[in-house]
């Protein structure tokens, strides 16, 4: 089972910037398919964005193409979420997940549905 640890959260005003990390362990990392999700106050959890190990391709739901990056340092078993001209509708507590694509949405594909304790992002308006 992955070990998940995220971290980079933070509050931050609108149209600032974060960058969070995960550090994950276990030997599949690098073969795995990372994601982020997200769980708004009051909210389900939700898909954010997902980047494949080979050939590397990210996927990102629409309410962050364009503002939001992942990318991953597979040497350092990490995996990362660039987030740009944050908006108060990104106020969220972030997990990363190994994740698996189902027709076209992605879900999270967590041994025995694990979480990390994820990291907590506000931003203010």
């Known amino acids: 089972q992955v070990q998940l640890v995220e971290s980079g959260g933070g509050l931050v005003e609108v149209g600032g910037s974060l960058r969070l990390s995960c550090a994950a362990s276990g030997r599949t990392f690098s073969t795995s398919v990372m994601g982020w999700f997200h769980q708004p106050p009051g909210k389900e959890r939700e898909f954010v964005a997902a980047i494949t190990w080979y050939p590397e391709k990210t996927y990102y739901a629409d309410s962050v193409k364009g503002r939001f990056t992942i990318s991953r340092d597979n040497a350092k078993n990490t995996v990362y979420l660039q987030m740009n001209s944050l908006k108060p509708e990104d106020t969220a507590l972030y997990y990363c997940?190994?994740?698996?694509?189902?027709?076209?949405?992605?879900?999270?594909?967590?041994?025995?549905?694990?979480w990390g304790q994820g990291t907590q992002v506000t931003v203010s308006s």
């Open positions: 997940a190994p994740s698996r694509l189902v027709g076209s949405r992605w879900y999270p594909a967590n041994t025995n549905n694990y």
